[in-house]
């Protein structure tokens, strides 16, 4: 992520139509979460990230269809394929009581139900609806942690603390 006040949102897929409209995948539950955003930032990958003014934005297939300000025409928004896209935090929306955004997530300590300590949560991914946390270890192994309701067992964000039940065999894969 750029910037620690940039949250990342989305992903650009790739242009739709003709007129600069972009195909975005969102991250956020629901698609409304732009209710009210003006602004939004592209980030092309190794680049510093860069605002646009959000025209106007329709859901479309578990998708959102986005139109910025000085992106005209089907060969500027293909210049944005694979951007990453962020919102400012100050700019989301805020929050349920029981609601927990998933950059909140992010650095804390990964533990299992027996007391264990298996690591630090470094990325979360989400691949075809579903969420995927990956954990790196203390000793650098990478764990790739389906986290549904199931598996996650407790999550303290005044504490940093989260605490997992992993599907039998999962860490077998990764620490043997």
């Avoid at 479309?60 to 000085?70: A, G, P, R």
Wanted: proline residues 6%; aromatic residues 10%.
């Amino acid at each position: 992520m750029a910037s620690k006040n940039l949250v990342l949102c989305g992903k650009v897929l790739k242009p739709h139509g003709l007129k600069g409209e972009l195909c975005i995948a969102c991250y956020a539950d629901s698609p409304f979460f732009l209710e009210g955003i003006t602004r939004l930032y592209l980030q092309k990958e190794g680049q510093k990230p860069k605002p646009f003014r959000l025209i106007s934005w329709r859901p479309h297939q578990n998708k959102m269809l986005v139109f910025f300000e000085n992106i005209v025409g089907r060969s500027q928004a293909e210049e944005w394929r694979g951007a990453e896209v962020l919102v400012r935090e100050k700019d989301l929306p805020p929050k349920e009581d029981d609601e927990i955004y998933l950059y909140e997530l992010l650095d804390c300590r990964i533990y299992l139900s027996d007391g264990a300590y298996l690591g630090v949560l470094k990325d979360v991914q989400v691949h075809s609806g579903n969420e995927v946390w990956v954990i790196m270890t203390e000793d650098a192994k990478e764990v790739l942690f389906p986290a549904n309701e199931e598996f996650v067992q407790e999550v303290d964000l005044e504490l940093k603390k989260i605490v997992i039940n992993p599907p039998e065999g999962l860490l077998d894969i990764y620490i043997g």
